[in-house]
């Protein structure tokens, strides 16, 4: 695939806008490389479409090939559809003790996610776990748990024969509180195929744990399947995340792109083996570059993607050492800290900095101010933007309201706005802004 592609790719011709026979005939190829990952046929038509009316007519960047450019489209549109809200694999385990219940078929890898999860809430987070099996169809599957259990020294609920799921569950909620448990994590059965049994034991524990996170085990290499089990058990049981095991198996991981088309749901986890360290977050770059499915398309990106970055810096700093910095300049600034890890991490790449980092972090300058300050200026109009002196009383009320915010706070970033135009001329004159920056992009 990868050789078709590049040969497709070479044959685009350069011109100054993507034209939309090459794209339609980059994306035919890219049609087939979501096929072969797996990605369900509609999943794949919608985002062969998606993309399609968002690459013609883009400009062609001068520095990558038209080809580079329409992959690097297809990646970020794949990411894009590929990132759930919030921080990857966080889980809500506040209030404890927290219930955790596990649901998914049979053999997807329930009971090894759960020990392994287990794991890693106790050496990552510092959490006391205790986990409890559910199944009590499998013949010794509570045995299997407890197993695991001592393997990675995390508490099992004792195994009383003879019980029902509901009254284990019951037995695991007054445990975990007596015990000072922040988590506990009931394992369910599971069935080779979803039925109405299945479903109603899930839902009575449902009930009865009112689970915080409830999260769906599904095996990454069944492909569509894994996406109807999915949309299934979200209606019946309502599901709050996906972990998808057998990601070291040979599959491209189109089950992910299907899953979060289809269904909206995070993914949370993946599972890369039988170990039981063998559990990640859900990286949606890592995925879309295997769906992609090859090391030279990702590079080709990466590639694109620093020299489209590269460009922006450059042109900007220009800018900047003219003593130019608007609020164009100032939404594009702040954007990029959101995608770098937020003003934290920013402040700590510049130089000199440090101090300033400290004071911000103390005022409580985070990301949620980030996307407020972003928020705001998306809600003036281009002259304004580009001529802040000219924002009066009125046309600063206008733009308060259309961001849901108050005055004082457009006030504060036009404020910050000035320090940090006078603070990039400053740079600008002793070449420190050309370092600074260096570290930025
Ligand atoms: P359950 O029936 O859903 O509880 O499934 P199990 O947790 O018992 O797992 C079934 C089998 O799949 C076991 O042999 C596991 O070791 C294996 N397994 C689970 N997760 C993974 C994974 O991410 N990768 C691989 N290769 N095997 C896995
Ligand atoms: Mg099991």
Redesign the pocket.
């Known amino acids: 695939l990868s050789e078709r592609l590049s040969g497709v790719f070479d044959r685009l011709t350069k011109q100054g806008a993507l034209s939309e026979d090459d794209v339609k005939t980059a994306l035919r190829e890219v049609r087939v490389a979501l096929l072969e990952a797996d990605v369900s046929l509609p999943v794949a038509r919608d985002f062969v479409k998606k993309v399609q009316e968002q690459a013609t007519g883009q400009a062609v960047t001068k520095s990558i090939t038209p080809g580079q450019q329409v992959v690097k489209i297809v990646h970020d549109a794949l990411v894009d559809t590929l990132t759930g809200e919030g921080e990857p694999g966080a889980l809500k385990i506040d209030n404890p003790p927290a219930p955790i219940l596990m649901v ?13 999860l287990a794991k890693r809430l106790t050496e990552k987070d510092g959490k006391r776990v205790l986990m409890a099996s559910l ?1 009590v169809n ?1 013949p010794a ?1 509570m045995e ?1 748990l407890e197993i695991l259990g001592r393997q990675i020294g995390v508490d099992t609920l004792p195994i009383v024969k003879g019980e029902d799921p509901v009254a284990i569950a019951k037995r695991a909620k007054t445990q975990a509180s007596l015990g000072g448990y922040d988590v506990y994590m009931l ?1 369910t059965a ?1 069935r080779l195929h979803i039925d109405a049994e299945l479903i109603q034991q899930a839902a009575q524990v449902r009930d009865v744990a009112n689970p915080r996170e409830t999260l769906l ?1 599904v095996d ?1 290499l069944t492909g569509q399947d894994a996406v109807n089990v999915a949309t299934e058990f979200d209606d019946k049981i309502g599901v709050s995340g996906v972990v998808l ?5 040979d599959g491209r991981g189109g089950a992910a792109l299907s899953m979060r088309a289809v269904t909206g749901k995070p993914i949370k986890y ?5 170990k039981m360290d ?2 990640e977050t859900f990286e949606p770059d890592r995925i879309a570059g295997r769906i992609l499915g090859m090391g030279d398309i990702v590079s080709l990106v990466e590639k694109a993607q620093e020299t489209i970055e590269a460009e922006q810096a450059e042109k900007m700093m220009k800018r900047f050492q003219k003593g130019r910095f608007n609020l164009n300049d100032m939404k594009m600034q702040l954007e990029q800290m959101l995608k770098m890890g937020g003003m934290e991490g920013v402040m700590g790449m510049m130089p000199g900095m440090g101090k300033m980092a400290k004071q911000v972090q103390d005022s409580g300058f985070d990301d949620k101010i980030l996307k407020q300050q972003i928020a705001l200026i998306q809600s003036m109009t281009k002259m304004e933007r580009a001529n802040p002196q000219i924002l009066q009383a009125s046309r600063k009320k206008r733009i308060a309201k259309g961001a849901g915010m108050e005055v004082s706070e457009l006030n504060k970033l036009l404020k910050m706005q000035r320090q940090m135009g006078d603070m990039m001329k400053k740079m600008g004159k002793g070449g420190m802004l050309k370092q600074a920056m260096k570290g930025m992009f």
């Open positions: 998914g078929l049979q053999g997807s890898g329930k009971t090894t996610t759960t020990a392994k199944d499998r599957a299997q394992d599971g085990v990454g095991t057998r990601m070291d198996g993946v599972g890369l083996g039988e063998a559990i």
